[in-house]
């Protein structure tokens, strides 16, 4: 799974090379970054999504889940 995510990033890298402004890029790069529990960086692409997008409802939902994730882990310990 995670040579998968490597994978998906590297492409997802190379097309923000080329357009950094691209919402639904940064979107599904910060979706990849959550479910590698790489919550700073997901939650950068997201903010960065939302910023140029605030309609994107795919950021919009990541970054409740990141939020999510981030408590639970707080409060697990």
């Not at 639904?24 to 910060?30: D, I, K, V, Y």
């Not at 990849?32 to 939302?50: Q, T």
Request: proline fraction near 3%; aromatic fraction near 6%.
């Amino acid at each position: 799974m995670v040579e998968k995510f490597k994978e998906e990033l590297s492409s997802l890298n190379k097309s923000l090379e080329n357009t950094p402004n691209n919402a639904q890029a940064l979107s599904a790069r910060g979706n990849i970054y959550r479910m590698m529990k790489k919550y700073e960086e997901a939650l950068k692409d997201l903010d960065k999504a939302l910023e140029i997008d605030p309609n994107n409802c795919h950021a919009l939902g990541n970054v409740e889940n990141v939020s999510s994730n981030r408590f639970i882990r707080i409060m697990v310990g």
